[in-house]
């Protein structure tokens, strides 16, 4: 029995040719148009995220939390100079290993210094703002810029360089100002005199 084969009439390739058409062009379009709009909140997960593929651009700022952050990949490198204060760091947290040798001021540390002249220079202090004032002879103040009413306080007759120099010396709170340190300089008998002196402010 023959059989013959029927070629499609032109009006059914037409038919035919829109549909190929409009599938291809569909496909395309909906690869190009997919966006955020497109996507249903919270059904975007992990795995359809392609390794590396994410950038700091792409998180909103203030977004991330502790839970969502690898804790043994946080290093130094991923943190930006200067963004994190006392808050972000856990009690106990940060022990020696963590701090480089002599990379703490004596501010850091809670230990403050002047070394001053007999005629009230300033030659040496453990940080900007010290001053000295000279409030007669043998008396001194000096201002540490900062409340030192709480902290302890020693000194010792000596200049700021080579050399030494006898006498007697007493220290207490500076009465009317909470960040100023009072200075009685003597002689060895006692008699007021002005002599160079190393004031140490522990806090």
């Known amino acids: 029995m023959n059989r013959t084969s029927r070629m499609p009439s032109l009006p059914h390739l037409l038919v035919l ?3 190929a058409v409009v599938l291809s062009s569909g496909t395309a379009y909906a690869a190009k148009q997919i966006s955020g709009k497109n996507i249903k909140n919270n059904s975007v997960t992990t795995r359809d995220i392609r390794n590396g593929s ?3 651009a792409d998180v909103a700022d203030g977004s ?8 043994a990949p946080l290093t130094g490198a991923n943190v930006v100079d200067g963004s994190l204060t006392s808050a972000d760091l856990a009690d106990d947290s940060v022990g020696s290993a963590e701090v480089a040798d002599f990379a703490l001021s004596n501010e850091d540390v809670g230990v403050l210094f002047a070394q001053v002249s007999g005629a ?4 040496n202090a453990s940080g ?4 000295v004032t000279k409030v007669g002879t043998g008396t001194y103040e000096v201002d540490f810029a900062r409340n030192v ?7 010792t007759i000596g200049p700021s360089g080579a050399g030494g120099a ?8 500076r009465s009317g100002n909470v960040e100023g340190v009072f200075v009685d300089t ?3 008998t006692g008699a007021a005199a002005d002599r160079a002196f190393q004031l140490i402010v522990v806090c």
Do not use: K, Y
């Open 17 to 19: 040719l829109a549909i």
């Open 54 to 56: 994410l950038t700091g």
């Open 64 to 71: 991330l939390t502790a839970a969502d952050l690898l804790l």
């Open 120 to 123: 009230g220079v300033l030659d």
């Open 128 to 131: 900007p703002g010290v001053t």
């Open 149 to 155: 009413s709480a902290c302890a306080f020693t000194a």
């Open 166 to 173: 006898d006498g007697e010396i007493n220290v207490a709170d």
């Open 186 to 188: 003597n002689t060895s």
